[in-house]
Structures are given as C-alpha cells and as structure tokens.
C-alpha cells in the first residue's frame, strides 16, 4: 500500500512539475512578446517626439536667425544715414564681429544640432534594442523543449520582424533652411 500511495504521490508530483514547467515556458513567451511591444511603443513615440519637436526647434532657429539678421541690417543703415560710407561699414562690421565672434544664431544652430543628433542617436539605439528583444523571443521559442511545449499548449506564434534602419516607420523630418 506504501508503494502505491508514493507511486501516486511521484506521479503527482511528476504531473505539477510538467505542468509548472510548461506554464513557465509560456509565461516567458508571453513576457518577451510584451517586452518587444513595448519597446516598439518607445520608439513610436521617440519618433513622434522627433516629428514634433525638431521642427518647431528649426523654426525658432530661423526666427532668431531673420531678428539677428534684421537687426545687423538695421545697424548697418542706421550708420549708413549718418554719413558713414561702405568701407568704414564693412570695418566696423568686422570689427564687431572681432569682438563679439559668437552671434547668438550661432548657440541656437549648434543646440539644434545637438538635439538632432540626440534624438536621431536614441532612436537608433531604440531599435537595437528592439531588434535584439525580437532575436531573444524568436530563439526562445525556437529552442528545445520550448517550441513542443508551445505547440502543446496551442500557443500562438507572433511573427515579429526586425527592424531595418534604412526603412523607418516615420522618416525624421527634413531640415531647411531657406
């Protein structure tokens, strides 16, 4: 009767052990599916952040840029009024230019720069991380006993594909200066 009852109790046991097992095989699955869909959420709105933002930041460049630029060729005018003839204008711009060699436009297009490369070097880095989230998944359900205790408990397949990098989902927006 011993025997019986520890045989029973081993194939039991045996039994919640399979079942702990392929639970945990799909739970890991179901995991890594999330981590991918998640990542694809942060470089969708990564994307969507570079699509609103670089823009306005190009704008606002070119804003500063035209008030700069008005306000030099106001100077200019205004000396030319009191007499000051082309030469001399050019001297003094220069000499102006001597003493104070960092225009502010300056500053905003290498902050504009700067954010471009940011935005574009995270985005990048974003889909590395995605496609190595794709890579993680497709070899975990590919392995040994993975895919058998997959395909026994009926769990569906996600086809995730890579990212390319010359194919975006968003193109970053064009840059112009006119």
Same mark, same amino acid.
């Given at each position: 009767?011993?025997?019986?009852?520890?045989?029973?109790?081993?194939?039991?046991?045996?039994?919640?052990?399979?079942?702990?097992?392929?639970?945990?095989?799909?739970?890991?699955?179901?995991n890594?599916?999330?981590?991918?869909?998640?990542?694809?959420?942060?470089?969708?709105?990564?994307?969507?952040?570079?699509?609103?933002?670089?823009?306005?930041?190009?704008?606002?460049?070119?804003?500063?840029?035209?008030? /700069?630029y &008005? *306000?030099?060729?106001?100077? $200019? =005018?205004?000396?030319s009024?009191?007499?000051? %003839?082309?030469? /001399?204008? &050019? *001297?003094?711009?220069?000499? $102006? =230019?001597?003493?104070?060699?960092?225009?502010? %436009?300056?500053?905003?297009?290498?902050?504009?720069?700067?954010?471009? =490369?940011?935005?574009?070097?995270?985005?990048?880095?974003?889909?590395?991380?995605?496609?190595?989230?794709?890579?993680?998944?497709?070899?975990?359900?590919?392995?040994?006993?993975?895919?058998?205790?997959?395909?026994?408990?009926?769990?569906?397949?996600?086809?995730?594909?890579?990212?390319?990098?010359?194919?975006?989902?968003v193109?970053?927006?064009?840059?112009?200066?006119?």
């Amino acid at each position: 009767m011993k025997k019986i009852l520890l045989g029973i109790g081993v194939v039991i046991a045996l039994v919640l052990f399979v079942v702990l097992v392929n639970q945990g095989v799909q739970n890991k699955a179901i995991n890594l599916e999330e981590q991918i869909e998640n990542t694809a959420g942060n470089i969708r709105v990564e994307e969507k952040r570079r699509f609103d933002l670089i823009p306005n930041l190009v704008e606002c460049v070119k804003a500063y840029d035209e008030h /700069e630029y &008005k *306000t030099l060729t106001d100077v $200019v =005018a205004a000396r030319s009024k009191n007499g000051t %003839s082309a030469d /001399e204008i &050019k *001297t003094m711009i220069a000499a $102006v =230019a001597e003493a104070y060699p960092d225009l502010k %436009s300056q500053k905003n297009y290498q902050d504009l720069m700067n954010e471009l =490369a940011i935005t574009e070097n995270k985005i990048s880095e974003m889909r590395k991380y995605y496609n190595k989230k794709v890579t993680n998944y497709k070899r975990f359900i590919r392995q040994f006993p993975n895919i058998q205790i997959l395909n026994m408990m009926g769990y569906e397949f996600k086809d995730y594909e890579r990212l390319e990098f010359e194919n975006t989902s968003v193109d970053a927006p064009a840059v112009k200066f006119s």
